[in-house]
């Protein structure tokens, strides 16, 4: 039975409450720098950093949303989204509060940007979450709607308990992450959609507040440092990461980083947080990025947030037929195996995948979880 180790919390009910942290460092100036991601917030005794969830105190950086979610919800794994990821199965999905990354187009913000821990509502251990997930049949458990990155010890017993009841894990993540911190946070990780926001650093510093260079970092750690099973999304946004030049440039730098098999998602924009006074993506703009995206020898481009079944279905990218139907996020045609193979030609689909598809559908399943 796996004894998962918790001698780091400091207070709070039971195993759940506030914990101390590894990934940072005393300056000669007095502060203490958090070294989670590339912000590395220098703070002040009683300072938070951007995150808001990771703070000084006691001359060191403590996580303060341990055990504590914004709530629970089983949903499609195609939600994530992830296709070639054990398809039509349940997810588990959670999150905290915060986020290091200042989006204004974020569609989380309540979450993400939340300064309330009353927005916690939900308190779980890893073991009650992995126990819930295994008798709800749920094949994975998914740290998604903020960025596990910043909850990082949570998320790590969480993917501890999962392990020891057969269940996968999947981070949602911007992979806005530091290096040192990056290796323990994919070691536990089966599987990741990273959130390409854009491919220009003038986007990731006027509209995130963040850096370009750090995600291309992780995505080539990822590809070449690791087994874990990725794909990207990259939400277009009308007027500012939306070109074709723009979208030219970022599936070059995927075939020739990362290879022609790692699936791309072009998702659209809502209106939303910071960004209401910009129209939604439309139709052929995405459809637009998906022809790019193919034209530069991407094997495998999804369009999501929209009716598209073209564009949510899997194609052989040797003999062209339809090996997965999707219709949003309910399966159609299913002619493949878990070897990946195509039965029309035999050629060989990268993923992860079973004999059957999952029947999970479109369902929505929220859940409570305490304990």
Known sequence: MLQL???????????????????????????????????????????????????????????????????????????????????????????????????????????????????????????????????????SIAFTYNDPVIFMEYAKDCALAAKELGLKTVAVTAGYINAKPREEFYSFIDAANVDLKGFTDSFYKKICGGDLNSVLETLVYLKKETKVWFEITTLLIPGENDSEKEIEEETQWIVENLGKDIPLHFTAFHPDFKMRDIEKTPFNTLNKARDIALKNGINFVYTGNIHHERGSSTYCPLCKKKIIGRDWYVLSDWETNRNGECNFCKNKIEGHFEDFPGNWGAKRLPLHIAG
């Open 5 to 139: 180790k918790r001698l780091n919390l400091l207070r709070g009910e039971g195993k759940l409450g506030v914990v101390k942290t590894t990934y940072w460092h005393q300056l000669p100036s007095g502060k203490v720098q958090c070294d989670i991601c590339p912000r590395n917030c220098k703070l002040s005794e009683g300072q938070r950093g951007l995150c808001y969830v990771r703070g000084r105190e006691d001359d060191q950086i403590l996580l303060y949303t341990y055990g504590r979610s914004s709530g629970f919800c089983i949903d499609p794994i195609e939600k994530k989204p992830l296709n070639h990821f054990f398809p039509g199965t349940p997810i588990l999905s959670f999150g905290t509060a915060g986020c290091n990354l200042a989006c204004k187009f974020c569609q989380n913000w309540d979450i993400s940007k939340s300064r309330e821990m009353d927005t916690l509502c939900d308190e779980a251990t890893p073991e009650k979450i992995a126990s819930v997930s295994k008798k709800m049949g749920a094949k």
